[in-house]
């Protein structure tokens, strides 16, 4: 859309406000929001400048001033709030020289998509995510030097069977890994999720379903796929309506991937394929209904797969749920149907719908680098015809302790995750698309967190060892 017709659509529905979003490179929302009066077809094109410093990861303060260039092609009208708000998404521009800001999330999905176009594999990447993640009635925690908690609770965890409500206990919940898919009032949640659909579609989502997941107080919705900037914009507005329903239900929701003990953690599997004008890049005849290309590009992302950890399981969290024994795909093999390899090929209908389903991945990190960082190990698997070897078709899980030691496996901690990163950037460079100055101070930033949590004692230590 031009600036005058994002003007002529604040006047038709009576617009207050323009919330100019963004994403930091943690993969966190930002916003600053512009009374309408002050919107013109300047501030539209031209930008707003803002204060880059404040964002973790991004200028110095001696090199703070940056530019939110507003993405006229999406405008959305907020279904949240109680004045009329137009929300429009970002790209971050250098004040100076106007130009993209390498470190901009947003700009590497654009990058990446620029690349493939360049390389002649592809003209769209599809990517379809998965996100899940879980609803509680309270959250606490505390992390002082003398103490340190934390305590969740919901109507639904099996851990409340004996507890006394006022108005008496139904006893109608999930039990342990016992949340898929029974009716309500085991499902607690059915109208809360379509109230998530609702507010989607309002901000003009595609949407195709919602369920209760594994685990109680689990859930997951569905969205079409989509190309790969326009599917990382859909997953924040999954997360943004998501937190704000939940909110509004007097509850509270997180994408932490492990935030129960015991239970399934809640993942973000990725379909993705390339298409070339209108057809199917990874149609073919070669292990179930895949062309060579797609084994190249699954080839390509099973040899980098510890680098990709860094965006695609971007917390020290994830690496609770990346353990065995929760349907946690950590064997990098890839498989028809069989859901514990970490590379799935569904089963479809039409050939032209062949894909792969990429599960190691969560949504608590930043979707345009977890997409971006993907496709490049897809393309540099294609170019360099990086062979994925043979496929596993038996249940990964029932693997001896020996057997799953002589197979590949994603990182086992944020630290590690980043170490490969650090040592296996190139083919994420290429092109431009990343760029080191981008890699080292994500990489920064994410030590940041890792320094926090390794420093702290856990409460599990003291059972441990105190007495010892």
């Not at 003990?261 to 895949?290: A, R």
């Amino acid at each position: 859309m031009s600036s005058k017709n994002i003007l002529k659509l604040m006047k038709d529905k009576q617009v207050e406000f323009v919330d100019l979003r963004f994403t930091d490179p943690r993969g966190k929302l930002q916003h600053v929001t512009m009374d309408a009066t002050v919107v013109d077809d300047d501030l539209l094109n031209d930008g707003v400048f803002f204060d880059g410093s404040s964002i973790a990861g991004w200028k110095a303060i001696n090199q703070s001033d940056m530019l939110l260039k507003p993405d006229l092609s999406r405008p959305i009208i907020d279904p949240f709030n109680s004045h009329t708000t137009l929300n429009i998404f970002c790209d971050i521009h250098d004040a100076v020289k106007k130009d993209p800001y390498e470190r901009d999330p947003r700009g590497t999905a654009k990058k990446a998509e620029a690349y493939l176009k360049k390389s002649g594999i592809g003209d769209k990447s599809y990517f379809g995510p998965e996100p899940e993640f879980f609803v509680f009635d309270d959250v606490r925690y505390k992390n002082d030097m003398n103490e340190t908690s934390f305590s969740i609770d919901s109507s639904e965890g099996p851990y409340n069977t004996g507890k006394k409500y006022e108005n008496g206990n139904m006893g109608h919940r999930p039990g342990i890994k016992g949340g898929y898919f029974p009716v309500p009032p085991v499902d607690s949640a059915q109208d809360m999720r379509g109230e998530y659909l609702k507010a989607l579609k309002d901000m003009g989502v595609k949407v195709e379903k919602h369920h209760h997941e594994v685990a109680p107080s689990q859930h997951e919705l569905g969205m079409y796929f989509g190309t790969l900037t326009n599917m990382a914009d859909n997953l924040q507005l999954y997360k943004y309506a998501v937190q704000m329903v939940t909110h509004s239900f007097g509850k509270t929701a997180t994408f932490m991937p492990k935030p129960v003990k015991g239970d399934n953690g809640s993942g973000m599997h990725c379909h993705q394929s390339i298409w070339k004008g209108s057809t199917p890049v990874f149609m073919g005849k070669e292990y179930s209904g895949l062309s060579k290309t797609a084994l190249y590009y699954i080839g390509g992302i099973l040899k980098h797969a510890k680098a990709i950890n860094a965006f695609s399981n971007a917390t020290t969290n994830s690496y609770k749920r990346l353990i065995p024994g929760f349907e946690a795909p950590v064997i990098l093999a890839y498989s028809a149907r069989n859901r514990s390899a970490s590379c799935r090929i569904p089963i479809i209908n039409n050939p032209k719908a062949a894909r792969m389903e990429i599960r190691f991945p969560d949504a608590a990190g930043n979707p345009y680098l977890t997409f971006a960082s993907m496709l490049m190990a897809g393309i540099d698997g294609i170019k360099n015809k990086i062979d994925p070897g043979k496929s596993f078709d038996k249940d990964l899980y029932t693997l001896s302790e020996g057997e799953v030691k002589k197979l590949p496996t994603v990182c086992g901690s944020l630290r590690e995750a980043m170490q490969s990163l650090d040592k296996d950037r190139k083919f994420l460079t290429q092109g431009g698309v990343f760029t080191d100055d981008q890699i080292d101070a994500y990489i920064d930033l994410k030590f940041q967190e890792i320094y926090k949590f390794e420093h702290t004692p856990h409460p599990i230590e003291f059972e441990m060892y105190y007495s010892g």
